[in-house]
């Protein structure tokens, strides 16, 4: 499915057609968002408007709100399965209920992707594996992958892009852009490098997000590429944007 064709998907919903490309937007890369990532893609205020969309969600039991701390704000996790069937993606894992540690980097991957409201995102396995094999031209042995053996009788399973960390393209779409966790850069890294020179495809930007105001020097060191490091602020967060693949 294409992001219109989950957008159209969700439309039943009754939502606003903003409304639900943030609940597309935030379902696939994040499963879980606050109340100023919705502020910020729709570009607006925080008010009444802003509460009255997430509190519908719980209200319609699409959403969990809840919060780990009395003085900070409400997350909200999507967690319905009926949402997730729409948008064919019953299996995904953001439905999920995951640790504090966890839940504070899918929110930082949906900082990085509203940093980026023009680009065409690919979020699931088979979105990406459908643009580098077919637009792409690069052979699904090449891509990155991971066999699972089943502990009992049955098929193995290859899943790919096991990290799920989004990747997109600019509107000229000549580019291919990786949004990577810089503690994890150096294994997805020597997959760029590889990726980068085959014909057809090109890797121009690597925007590594880490939880630090500073990139730290070993971050810097791991993202290092010949251009250097150009620091890019998300949200208070700190990400590095690294040019010179390609």
């Not at 409201?117 to 990406?128: G, Q, R, S, V």
């Not at 990786?178 to 150096?186: H, I, N, Y």
Request: aromatic letters at 8%; one cysteine or more.
């Amino acid at each position: 499915m294409t992001f219109d064709e989950r957008v159209a998907a969700l439309a039943p919903l009754g939502f606003t057609p903003r409304q639900t490309r943030f609940l597309v937007t935030a379902a696939l890369h994040s499963g879980y968002c606050l109340r100023r990532q919705y502020r910020a893609f729709a570009g607006i205020r925080y008010g009444k408007n802003v509460c009255d969309f997430l509190e519908a969600l719980v209200r319609r039991h699409l959403a969990r709100r809840f919060r780990y701390q009395s003085n900070r704000g409400h997350i909200y996790h999507l967690q319905a399965k009926a949402l997730y069937r729409a948008l064919a993606q019953l299996d995904n894992r953001n439905r999920r209920h995951v640790s504090p540690a966890v839940i504070a980097r899918k929110l930082m991957l949906l900082d990085a992707v509203l940093t980026v409201p023009d680009a065409e995102w690919y979020a699931t396995e088979a979105d990406k594996v459908a643009l580098f094999t077919g637009e792409r031209g690069i052979p699904l042995r090449d891509l990155p992958q991971r066999v699972y053996t089943p502990t009992h009788r049955g098929a193995e399973t290859t899943r790919y892009f096991m990290h799920k960390l989004p990747v997109y393209l600019a509107p000229d779409r000549s580019v291919v852009h990786f949004v990577l966790r810089v503690s994890r850069e150096r294994r997805q890294r020597s997959w760029l490098g590889t990726v980068s020179s085959r014909p057809r495809t090109t890797v121009q930007r690597v925007a590594g997000v880490v939880r630090a105001r500073r990139v730290p020097p070993r971050a810097e060191r791991i993202t290092r590429v010949p251009n250097g490091l150009r620091p890019l602020r998300v949200n208070g967060l700190a990400a590095g944007a690294a040019n010179g693949y390609g």
